[in-house]
Each structure stands twice: as C-alpha cells, then as structure tokens.
C-alpha cells in the first residue's frame, strides 16, 4: 500500500503577488514509512537541536524566510539545511506527485478558492489513481489538517471534492475511505509534501530575488527525477 501526503503552498485567486497554486503529495510505501519517518526525525533534530521534533515542522517557507524555530539562522545554514531535506527526499524510497495551476490563465467560470482547489485536487487525485494503477496497488490519503475547535470549513472542502471525484469514477478507486487529516508537525510525509508543493512554488514564481535561488533550484534538481509535475492549464 502506498500512503499519500498532500500538502499546499501558494495562493487563492484574490492574491496579485503569486500567480501559482500548488498541491503536492508525497508516496510513501506502508513497509518503509517507518525509515522515512526515522530519517526525518534525525534531521529535525540536527538542524535544531534545541527543540524536540514535534515542536516545529520543515517547512519550505519558514527555512527560505528564515521564520519561527529558522529565524536565528543566517542564509547559509538555512540554505544548507535545505539541501540536506531535498538530499533526504532523493534517497528515501518515495515520489512526489505535483499540480501547478496558473490562476492567470483559468477560465471564468473558475470564480471562487473552493472551485480552484476542486480543480487542483481532482488533477492530483487522477495522478495518484493512475500511479497506484501502474503498480497494482491501494493507497490512502492523508492530509494536513485545517479545522479548530470552532471551523471544519477547509477540511470539509477536501472531503466534498473527494466524495465529488469519486462520483464521477461511479465509485471505482484503489484509495481507501476518505482521506484522513493530522497535523503535519506530526507526519513526516506531510512536511515533505509541504517542501515539495513550496519548491515548485517557489521556482515557478517570476520576478524571484536572484539572490535566493540558488540552494532552491538546486534541491529542485535534486528530485526532479522524482517529481511528476502537471501544470494546469
């Protein structure tokens, strides 16, 4: 069984400084979850030793900006602690799987966040659908969840596209129930999902500081030949 990590990065359609919206999920075989999770345990705890690993997440975002546990860090030992995630990512047993969406070039009736994340997340689900079909296996789902105690808005919104995708299939799928939520300071696979859905973000961003680029476009590289990225449209 292959478990899928889905994680996001980017921006809504109301938002002029990104044009892009990612969704990425990272596939990760049940029977190596453990050594993937061990791995990125390790790594936590060398780039901030202070801190236990459930304290903080690996985020492409916090590690570039040098924000939250990062924000003590010059540029370089940030830089080089994102090449040791992309360096994990390359030889740990997994794929990602990535959709881009261009929200500049979307038709009209593409009017609401709701209907560019059903967009987005149909595309990524027909990709991992297609990936367990090539391997003859099942898989599940699991996302970084959104709800408080007071709102399941986003959630719920992850839910009813499923529930909408799966519709559409007449309710043939090798995905196991729903997806299920957590949080992704918990799931190693979720913040390898968000590392990947930021790097291609990032990357893909036009008027991006010289500057910063550099220890980006080279974890890029680095699992490149791991990444199926679709671009919509």
Same mark, same amino acid.
């Given at each position: 069984?292959?478990?899928?990590?889905?994680?996001?990065?980017?921006?809504?359609?109301?938002?002029?400084?990104?044009? %892009?919206?990612?969704?990425?999920?990272?596939?990760?075989?049940?029977?190596? /979850?453990?050594?993937?999770?061990?791995?990125?345990?390790?790594?936590?705890?060398?780039?901030? /030793?202070?801190?236990?690993?459930?304290? %903080?997440?690996?985020?492409?975002?916090?590690?570039?900006?040098?924000?939250?546990?990062?924000?003590?860090?010059?540029?370089?030992?940030?830089?080089?602690?994102?090449?040791?995630?992309?360096?994990?990512?390359?030889?740990?047993?997994?794929?990602?799987?990535?959709?881009?969406? +261009?929200?500049?070039?979307?038709?009209?009736?593409?009017?609401?966040?709701?209907?560019?994340?059903?967009?987005?997340?149909?595309?990524?689900?027909?990709?991992?659908?297609?990936?367990?079909?090539?391997?003859?296996?099942?898989?599940?789902?699991?996302?970084?969840?959104? /709800?408080?105690?007071?709102? /399941?808005?986003? +959630?719920?919104?992850?839910?009813?596209?499923?529930?909408?995708?799966?519709?559409?299939?007449?309710?043939?799928?090798?995905?196991?129930? @729903?997806?299920?939520?957590?949080?992704?300071?918990?799931?190693?696979?979720?913040?390898?999902?968000?590392?990947?859905?930021?790097?291609?973000?990032?990357?893909?961003?036009?008027?991006?500081?010289?500057?910063?680029?550099?220890?980006?476009?080279?974890?890029? +590289?680095? @699992?490149?030949?791991?990444?199926?990225?679709?671009?919509?449209?």
């Amino acid at each position: 069984m292959l478990l899928f990590y889905i994680d996001e990065s980017g921006t809504g359609l109301k938002d002029k400084q990104s044009p %892009f919206f990612v969704l990425s999920a990272t596939a990760i075989p049940t029977d190596v /979850s453990r050594e993937v999770d061990a791995r990125v345990i390790a790594l936590k705890r060398e780039l901030v /030793s202070w801190a236990k690993p459930e304290d %903080f997440e690996i985020k492409g975002r916090d590690l570039r900006r040098g924000e939250k546990f990062f924000s003590n860090q010059p540029w370089e030992q940030r830089a080089e602690a994102i090449l040791k995630v992309a360096t994990l990512l390359a030889e740990v047993p997994c794929k990602m799987l990535a959709v881009q969406v +261009d929200t500049r070039d979307l038709p009209e009736y593409v009017s609401s966040d709701t209907h560019l994340y059903r967009l987005a997340f149909w595309r990524l689900l027909d990709l991992i659908e297609l990936e367990l079909a090539q391997i003859e296996e099942q898989g599940r789902v699991l996302m970084d969840a959104r /709800s408080d105690l007071h709102s /399941s808005v986003q +959630d719920r919104r992850a839910v009813e596209a499923y529930r909408d995708w799966l519709g559409n299939r007449s309710g043939q799928t090798r995905l196991i129930e @729903i997806p299920w939520f957590g949080f992704s300071a918990f799931y190693a696979g979720l913040q390898l999902a968000d590392f990947t859905a930021y790097l291609v973000d990032f990357i893909s961003n036009e008027g991006t500081p010289r500057k910063r680029q550099g220890a980006i476009e080279k974890a890029f +590289d680095l @699992i490149a030949h791991k990444t199926i990225l679709v671009k919509i449209p």
